[in-house]
């Protein structure tokens, strides 16, 4: 009998112990004119695997050891990519959901930890294949027959009851930015292809998520926010340039993904990822790395052109963790025109000869950077055109996709053959000749 019991005892011990299945508790569908996010309330951290497909066009999402509580809501009819959500069991263990489509779309999955409101989740973001190539930073032209303006919002800082610093003389940091934006704006929109955004058209206060959130309603592809310094010391002068802090980048970074969906009015349906090795955890779909890079591109350009018209304060751009350069998808820096507490420079600041060269430095920085990182889409764009190569590519697939001629492609660049390398970045000739 003893014998039997321990045979008993041992045999259950053998059997291997299940696990409890995760419970799928709700997906909720947030569409949005450029995305749509899928959220899975899960009641625990999920393992899961994510599989575009075609003809017809779907995702599928297979999560392991987990059930769904309710048959999954389905999308709207304004909902640009998500057609249906079905579920099923594809072992007795697994659920798989998938996602139909209307169209062809890039996908991105990740994971959210418990916050205040929520508790585990799966998000999955599906948007087009032009912000994809948007996200990665490739300046291609996939859309020939239709092309946009750069657009490029000058933010007058301060405003209302908010006047900033004040000169010697009485002069209002809120009024001379706003002057000096409005020529900005002006030499801007007289340029092809480029259009100016002010965020402050008058003397009002907006805060700093305003400023920020006006800049995406309008799409802006660079925020620039327009200041003019002071000091107690009345003798110190020269214009600076500052970008995000990586400080400042990761606590904003962090706050993001802290309030996650309750950010939505802030993020703009822009996803969150986890990247433990560049700022502090977070990226978003539009990188809020490619975003720095950008954002020290620029204001490297702009700091030049302004040594080029006067002092400027410091040696090289500065970095500073300012609000309104938090923006994580949009390239911004900060300008610091003058030192308004300097007497000779609060008089330049009112000058309008001066503020036109202020003007006319700064568009001479953003022309530069545009014409070397043209966005996609954009009639600049259209103009030059460039490809970077990857791997696979070869000269001819690169003239077929962009209907050019091989040759057109050689004389272009500059080639004396067909080789090319992985990261070189082709011009491509304007027009199809191929």
């Known amino acids: 009998m003893r014998i039997l019991l321990g045979f008993l005892v041992l045999s259950c011990l053998a059997l291997p112990v299940m696990a409890t299945p995760v419970q799928l508790e709700n997906i909720r569908v947030w569409a949005a004119p450029d995305n749509t996010r899928i959220v899975f309330d899960v009641s625990g951290p999920v ?65 959210l930890p418990p916050n205040q409101q929520y508790g585990h989740r799966l998000v999955i973001d599906l948007f087009d294949e032009a912000k994809n190539e948007q996200v990665q930073a490739v300046s291609i032209n996939r ?15 301060h405003g209302g009851d908010d006047p900033g610093a004040r000169g010697p003389s009485g002069v209002h940091e809120k009024d001379v930015v706003l002057q000096i934006s409005k020529v900005i704006a002006d030499m801007i929109n007289k340029e092809r292809g480029m259009r100016a955004v002010l965020i402050r058209e008058g003397d009002y206060f907006l805060s700093l998520r305003q400023r920020i959130n006006k800049a995406r309603e309008h799409k802006a592809d660079l925020f620039i926010s327009v200041h003019a310094d002071a000091f107690k010391d009345p003798r110190v002068s020269g214009s600076s340039v500052y970008i995000l802090s990586n400080k400042g980048a990761s606590s904003e970074a962090a706050r993001i993904l802290a309030e996650s969906e309750n950010a939505s009015d802030l993020i703009g349906g822009v996803s969150l990822d986890i990247n433990d090795d560049v700022l502090a955890s977070v990226l978003l779909d539009l990188s809020q790395t490619a975003s720095l890079e950008a954002s020290i591109d620029v204001a490297d350009r702009v700091f030049t052109a302004l040594k080029k018209i006067g002092k400027v304060h410091t040696r090289r751009v500065q970095s500073a963790g300012f609000a309104v350069l938090k923006s994580p ?18 008089k330049n600041l009112r000058n309008r ?23 996609e889409g954009t009639t600049l764009a259209l103009a030059e055109r460039k490809h970077v190569i990857s791997r696979g590519d070869t000269l001819s697939t690169i003239a077929q996709y962009y209907r050019v001629s091989m040759q057109s492609l050689r004389v272009h660049n500059g080639l004396k053959g067909d080789h090319i390398r992985v990261g070189q970045v082709l011009a491509i000739p304007g027009g199809g000749d191929g």
């Open 143 to 157: 859309s020939p027959g239709t092309s946009r303006d750069v657009v490029i919002a000058i933010d007058a800082g």
């Open 329 to 346: 998808d949009i390239p911004s820096i900060l300008i610091e025109t003058a030192y308004i507490s300097n007497p000779a420079e609060e």
């Open 47 to 111: 393992t899961h695997s994510l599989e575009a497909l075609a003809h017809p066009d779907r995702v599928v999402v297979d999560i392991r050891n987990a059930r769904l509580n309710k048959d999954p809501v389905q999308p709207g009819a304004v909902d640009k990519y998500l057609q249906g959500i079905r579920s099923g069991m594809i072992n007795q263990d697994d659920l798989r959901v998938v996602l139909d489509l209307k169209q062809h779309v890039v996908s991105k999955s990740f994971l």
């Open 353 to 375: 000869d001066h503020q036109y060269k202020l003007a006319e430095a700064i568009q001479s920085g953003l022309r530069g950077y545009f014409i070397e990182h043209t966005p």
